[in-house]
């Protein structure tokens, strides 16, 4: 029944946001040094994904798969900053033209997109604040790894909680997801024009770049909060002895589940489908020789 439910969370928007996306999708020619960054796009993922693997196997107690999201969106995010870094577009034959308009990656995120994502970030991060300072040893002396309250002469522990054994590495990987969107955006904004025969089409490539890149750290960002808010959620309702706080947080942080999961269907359509034209900006050209 749990996979069930999950394909219909995370299956029907998905589906439902590509089908719309691909209605409004709008078709650029584009050059044939395009086919090599997206087949470089297709190489990371399958890398990603076999690294994912190989963690999922090799560490214990669940952090392999509790990693394994983040592990995925990065690769989706080197693929396309390295596609976009390491295919450089042909240099045109007689007079050229240079832009002197200064292009900055703010020109090209979509508000709304990043909005989300900043969104998902934050609650995900005080998630991991919360079930690091809350977390205790568990019975086996494992730091970070049970939640614990006393009350009176009687106690009660819940494990696996979120805490630091699961959050250090995680964090660690998160930032590593960061650090990478933020170098993938810069690649695909700065580099050169001919990915697409006009201005146009180029700046609409970099509007999808700019889409997949922010979308995939986004999904990764969801998919993680999904496992962490579910585990630590369910093990603080299921405590026989709660401190105050304990429910409440419990219950939100259940409640926040179905919402992570319906926002990771939402951003891998913007990953397989990533948007429409953006709008023009005027630019001068000068005429190199």
């Known amino acids: 029944m749990s996979l069930i439910v999950l394909f219909v969370l995370i299956g029907t928007p998905l589906l439902l946001t590509l089908t719309a996306l691909s209605l409004a999708r709008v078709r650029v020619a584009t ?5 090599w960054v997206r087949l470089m796009w297709a190489a990371a993922v399958l890398i990603g994904g076999v690294v994912a693997w190989l963690l999922q ?4 107690l669940g952090r392999g798969s509790m990693l394994a999201p983040a592990i995925l969106g990065v690769s989706v995010v080197a693929g396309v900053g390295l596609g976009e870094t390491v295919v450089r577009p042909r240099r045109p034959a007689g007079p050229r033209t240079a832009s002197l308009v200064t292009r900055h990656v703010t020109d090209y995120l979509p508000r709304g997109l990043t909005a989300v994502v900043v969104a998902i970030a934050a609650v995900h991060l005080v998630t991991l604040a919360l079930t690091t300072a809350t977390a205790s040893a568990d019975d086996m002396g494992r730091a970070g790894r049970q939640v614990a ?9 819940a494990s696996p909680y979120p805490g630091s054994f699961y959050s250090g590495p995680l ?8 650090i990478a969107t933020l170098a993938a955006l810069m690649a695909v904004v700065r580099r050169p024009r001919g990915l697409a ?5 180029d700046d609409v490539l970099r509007r999808w770049s700019t889409t997949r890149v922010l979308a995939a750290a986004g999904a990764a960002l969801a998919a993680s ?30 409640a926040s589940v179905p919402v ?9 359509g913007r990953i397989l489908t990533p948007g429409a034209l953006p709008v023009v900006r005027p630019e001068k050209s000068v ?3």
């Open 31 to 35: 050059g044939e040094e395009w086919k």
């Open 57 to 60: 196997r090799g560490l214990d």
């Open 149 to 157: 309250a006393q009350c009176g002469d009687t106690g009660s522990a």
């Open 171 to 178: 964090t660690v990987l998160l930032v590593v997801v960061g």
């Open 197 to 201: 025969p006009d201005e146009v089409g």
């Open 225 to 254: 909060h999904a496992g962490i808010a579910f585990f630590a959620g369910t093990a603080l309702l299921r405590m026989d002895c709660q401190r105050a706080w304990m429910e409440l947080v419990g219950w939100a942080l259940v």
């Open 260 to 268: 992570a999961l319906l926002l990771l269907g939402w951003l891998l």
């Open 287 to 289: 005429e190199a020789r």
